[in-house]
């Protein structure tokens, strides 16, 4: 299940500059969003969380979309203003009302945690839905974990398994995980360690220490892959150094033997 994460990451701004500022102080919304998130990230300026709060409020007087998630991200992380995850919420609706994908997602996630909102499966699915047909990963990847946990909607694996490889095909890892997980169990879809073993490599590949150790399974019992004891002791060591617990048991047995 994947979170909200820092905003000014995902807006990938115009780069600090004069003209930006005199753009933003004329009125011009996507220049405001846009210098609240070079101070927010602190890229060509000062960090300063006020001032993403500041030059996000003037975005949203505009009922620009981003602007009003992206107050709202600040809302939700207590960054520049006080924590407050009913704001947060309030902000993320105008933005999702809107058909603003990533804060779909973001409300879906409240709905999902209960943050801010009561919990409430079926509008979180409802919201996450909205967002993963945009083509949002976070979306595509949370719709998938509905699905194969019967949150908010019927359990059904071969649904969670065509939202999890939209997810995956995009390089996100969480879902690569996922859909490496659905592989070798076989839930939605035909059981094929090979197929497992390729989804768990892009996620292990990109630190998932979950699939570091599922990888390392695959290759100490040559399932999917030959079996290969160097590669498994690889894949267990780096998820072990994340502290993957299940990672280290399985290392200490096999350097017992």
Same mark, same amino acid.
């Given at each position: ?36 998130? !070079? ?34 991200? !600040? ?11 009913? #704001? ?33 499966? #079926? ?33 059904? /694996? ?5 939202? /999890? ?48 150790? !599922?990888?390392?399974? !695959? ?39």
């Amino acid at each position: 299940m994947l979170a909200v994460s820092g905003w000014a990451e995902d807006l990938k701004p115009e780069p600090y500059s004069a003209e930006l500022v005199k753009r933003a102080e004329a009125g011009d919304a996507k220049a405001q969003y846009d210098l609240g998130a !070079c101070y927010y990230s602190g890229k060509g300026v000062t960090q300063d969380y006020k001032k993403p709060v500041k030059w996000n409020m003037k975005s949203t007087q505009q009922r620009n979309a981003i602007g009003q998630h992206y107050l709202g991200a !600040c809302q939700y992380e207590g960054k520049g203003v006080t924590q407050d995850y009913k #704001k947060a919420v309030k902000w993320w609706t105008k933005a999702a009302e809107q058909g603003y994908a990533k804060g779909q997602h973001s409300l879906g996630w409240c709905y999902y945690s209960g943050y801010g909102v009561a919990q409430d499966y #079926k509008e979180a699915v409802k919201w996450y839905t909205k967002s993963a047909e945009q083509g949002d990963v976070r979306g595509q990847c949370n719709v998938g974990f509905s699905y194969y946990n019967g949150y908010g909607v019927a359990q059904d /694996y071969k649904e969670a398994v065509k939202w /999890y490889t939209k997810s995956a095909e995009q390089g996100d890892a969480d879902s690569q995980f996922s859909l490496g997980w659905s592989y070798y169990n076989g839930f939605g879809v035909a059981q094929d360690y090979k197929e497992a073993v390729k989804w768990y490599t892009k996620s292990a590949e990109q630190g998932d220490a979950v699939a570091q150790s !599922c990888l390392g399974t !695959c290759y100490y019992e040559g399932k999917g892959a030959n079996q290969d004891y160097k590669e498994a002791v690889k894949w267990w060591t780096k998820a072990a150094e994340q502290a993957g617990i299940e990672a280290k048991n399985k290392l200490e047995k096999l350097k017992s033997k």
